[in-house]
C-alpha cells in the first residue's frame, strides 16, 4: 500500500515535470533491482562455495531473486522516458552529434529494447533454475541436484557479468554521450553483491529471533557475513578509486568531464560523503570482530551501506542532468519508497510458505533436528 501510494504521487508529479520524475525513478530503480541482481550473483556463488554462511540466507537469497519478473514489468515506465534520459533518443541531438551518428548503430531503440529482452531473459531463467531445482530438492531429496545446482552457478556467474555490464553500459553509462569506462559494470556488480549482503543482514537478524533461524543463526555465520561486507566495500573503494586515477592521469577529453561535473558546486561534498561514509566509516568498524559478531551493530552497518548504496547511484546518475548543481526533487525521496514498498511485498510473498532452511541439501549439516520440521 505505501509502495502504490508513493508510485501514485509520483505519477502525478511526472504530468507536471516528466524529466524529473524518469531522472528519480531511474536512480530508484536501479537501487532496487541491484538489490534483486546482487541476491542471484550471491546465490551462485553460495552454490560454487558451498560455504556454511550461504545455507542460512539461501532461502532469502531465492525469494529476492525470484523478484526479478517484478523488475522487467517495472522497467517498462523507462520505455517512456528514453527521450528524457538519452540524446541517443532524441533524433535531433543525433543529427547535430557526430559522436551519436557514429554510435546510432548500438544505441537506437528497437537494439536497445532487444538486448533489455535478453538481460531480462538470462536473468530470470537462472533464478528459475536456481530456485526450482533447490526447492525440487526440499520434495525429494535427490542428492544430484546438488552438482546441477553447481554446475548451472559457474557459466552463470560468467552471463551475470557480461549481461549486468552491458545493462550498466545501456541504461547509466550511456546518459552522457561521450562518456566511457570499461570498469563501469564490475562498480555496478560490487555494488550490487554489496546492497544484496547488507539486505541479507537486516532479513536474517529479523527472521533469527523467530522460527527456525533461531535454532541456526549463531553470531558465526553474522561474523561470516560482515567479511562478506567489508570485502566488498574494500572492493568497491578499490574500483571507484582506480577508475577515477586512471581516467584523471589520462586526462582524456572525453572522460575528464564526468569527473568535473561531479566535482563542482554541492557535488563536491556528496563526493565526499561518499567517501567517508560508503568506505572508510564502515571500513573501520568492519575491521572489529566485535561489531561483525553483533546482530545489532552489523544491522546498524547495513543500512548505513544501504543508504549510501542509494546515495552512490544518485551521484553517478543526476549530475548528467544537473552537472556542477545538487539538485534534489521530492521524487527523488518518493520513487526508492515506491517501488521499495512493492518489491519487499513482492520479496516476503515470494518467502512466505517455503522452507527458510535447505534441509535436504547435503552440504547443510547444519540445521538441528528441532528446525528440520518446518
Not at 522516458?81 to 557514429?102: K, N, T
Not at 567517501?275 to 551493530?297: C, D, E, N, Q, Y
Not at 552512490?312 to 518518493?334: C, E, T
Request: hydrophobic share 55%.
Amino acid at each position: 500500500m505505501v509502495g502504490v501510494a508513493a508510485l501514485l504521487l509520483c505519477a502525478a508529479g511526472a504530468f507536471a515535470r516528466p524529466p524529473e520524475f524518469f531522472h528519480a525513478y531511474l536512480t530508484a530503480y536501479l537501487f532496487w533491482i541491484g538489490i534483486a541482481l546482487g541476491c542471484l550473483a550471491i546465490l551462485m556463488l553460495h552454490h560454487l562455495v558451498s560455504g556454511k554462511w550461504g545455507f542460512v540466507i539461501q532461502r532469502l537469497l531465492e525469494s529476492g531473486s525470484r523478484t526479478l519478473p517484478l523488475m522487467a514489468l517495472l522497467f517498462v515506465p523507462l520505455l517512456f522516458g528514453l527521450r528524457d534520459l538519452y540524446l541517443w533518443a532524441r533524433p535531433e541531438a543525433v543529427a547535430a552529434q557526430a559522436i551519436l551518428r557514429h554510435r546510432q548503430p548500438y544505441l537506437n531503440g528497437p537494439f536497445f529494447f532487444g538486448r533489455l529482452v535478453v538481460y531480462f531473459i538470462v536473468w530470470i531463467g537462472l533464478a528459475f533454475l536456481l530456485s526450482k531445482w533447490s526447492l525440487e530438492q526440499d520434495r525429494t531429496a535427490a542428492p544430484d541436484l546438488t552438482r546441477r545446482l553447481r554446475r548451472l552457478s559457474g557459466p552463470g556467474l560468467i552471463l551475470y557479468g557480461l549481461t549486468v555490464t552491458f545493462a550498466a553500459f545501456d541504461w547509466v553509462m550511456t546518459l552522457g554521450p561521450q562518456w566511457h569506462s570499461t570498469i563501469f559494470g564490475a562498480v555496478f556488480m560490487v555494488g550490487q553483491g554489496l546492497a544484496a549482503l547488507c539486505f541479507m543482514v537486516l532479513v536474517s537478524s529479523w527472521l533469527a529471533k523467530r522460527g527456525p533461524l533461531a535454532t541456526v543463526m549463531s553470531p558465526q555465520h553474522f561474523h561470516d557475513l560482515g567479511n562478506l561486507i567489508l570485502a566488498f566495500v574494500m572492493l568497491w573503494a578499490y574500483m571507484a578509486f582506480s577508475q577515477y586515477l586512471i581516467i584523471w592521469s589520462g586526462n582524456l577529453p572525453d572522460e575528464i568531464p564526468w569527473y568535473v561535473s561531479r566535482m563542482a558546486g554541492g557535488w563536491l561534498w556528496v563526493a565526499m560523503f561518499l567517501i567517508a561514509f560508503h568506505f572508510a566509516v564502515p571500513f573501520l568498524l568492519l575491521l572489529s570482530r566485535a561489531t561483525k559478531r553483533r546482530a545489532g551493530i552489523l544491522v546498524g552497518v547495513a543500512v548505513g551501506l544501504l543508504a549510501m548504496r542509494l546515495v552512490d547511484l544518485f551521484f553517478i546518475v543526476v549530475p548528467a542532468f544537473h552537472p556542477g548543481q545538487i539538485s534534489i526533487h521530492w521524487m527523488d525521496l518518493l520513487a526508492p519508497i515506491g517501488i521499495g514498498g512493492i518489491w519487499l511485498w513482492a520479496f516476503l510473498g515470494q518467502l512466505r510458505g517455503k522452507s527458510l532452511l535447505p534441509l535436504h541439501d547435503p552440504r547443510f549439516a547444519g540445521a538441528p533436528e528441532q528446525a528440520r520440521g518446518v
